[in-house]
């Protein structure tokens, strides 16, 4: 995961944050005494478990806000709740659709370094009721009334970590450090958590979901933001942070963008594109399908959260099959038996492989060669593409050293190459 500190905002009711990844220096994450590559490996384990969870949570859209939804996701957010505010550090999950945190009183809760929420010395807290449509957003599965009809909550998710608490609506402000104001969304619905265990980091109070679904709060604050978010993520070595926008920061324009189109599927908390196949260097195209037929919309799901691209196997065999024909070197195996396509890193330090264009229906990514393949252990170079029987994930690395736009409301994705630690 990675730490989101809030950066700047606009008058015009935009606001930009930063993204730290968490095994940066900056993040209450980061363990001096572990090697990049042990970080790195780190990054790829919880990539397969992150992958295993959104898989059950495709399968089973139904109970997927009750028991499925996955755990984690890439970065920690700093956000004030309440009036006066109060900061609450929280995993930032495109992932999910819940924003919840630790309140008192508490049942049961994990250990937490920062003092947990009270409601009760906030002016702000409203309770919601059983009836009201922000309860019934939530679903059967996910809610139920207590005795004063007020709405309670329940998420669970698929390493057995859960949350169970009261529905409310509360004050979110942004603090911006660049120009020393902050901007207020005001009745933002989110879970205060009394009986909440499993997983979670003792650094973090809870989760921000940045999904698509009803209670997100990209859906939440449709009016303020337009339902627009954009992120640029750095390079695993940039010493500069990566950054998030929402509302008129996110839209993203140029020349060089190309876009691609939002498909509605279930659950919609996943942001799901359609990828068509793909192609390296100049000629060899490989198409994302097993005959004739035409290609599946949304196959393949955006995750800011995953580390590494799944792909659809027959589509992976036939990039590695096409790679290993075109690229001269001396091939390995992967020490950890994670990836299939590895070669020994010339003593030179510099490994050449042809570019990787990944196949979008309306947009043509042509992906970062320092990307597409890393070195995971002293020099030892692998493809970081994985086959998948089911899911299929684009995952962060692939959308590094690109402006990525979310635009809900006109249902797109859209890809601007650019230098993410030259952003502002």
Known sequence: MS???????TKNGGVTVDLIHRDSPLSPFYDPSTTHFERLRSSFRRSISRQSSLKLASKSPDSFGATLTPIGGAYLIKINIGTPPVEILAIADTGSDLTWTQCVPC???YKQNAPLFDPAKTTTYRSVSCTSQQ???LGAESSSCDKSNGCLYQ???GDSSYSNGDLAVETFTFNSSTFKESVVFPKVVFGCGHNNDGTFNETGSG?????????SIVRQLQTTIGGKFAYCLTTLDSKSSSKISFGPNA?????????????????DTFYYLTLEGVSVGNEAYIPNSNSKASVEEGNIIIDSG?????????????????????????RVSDPQELFGLCYQLPSNGEFNAPPIIAHFTGADVELTQENTFIEVEKGVVCLTFVPSQDLA??????QMNFLIGYDLENQKVDFLPTDCSKTQ
């Open 3 to 9: 730490l989101i500190s809030l950066s700047g905002a």
């Open 107 to 109: 049942t049961q809760c």
């Open 135 to 137: 309860c019934e957003s």
């Open 155 to 157: 998420v669970g998710y």
């Open 207 to 215: 989760i921000v979901g940045l999904g698509g679904g009803a209670v």
């Open 251 to 267: 839209i993203v324009m140029g020349p060089n963008v190309s876009s691609t189109r939002l498909v509605q599927k279930l659950p």
């Open 306 to 330: 995953t580390t590494l691209t799944y792909l659809p196997s027959s589509l992976y065999e036939g990039l590695e099959s096409t790679l290993v024909k075109s690229i001269s070197g001396n």
């Open 393 to 398: 994930i684009f995952g962060n690395l692939h």
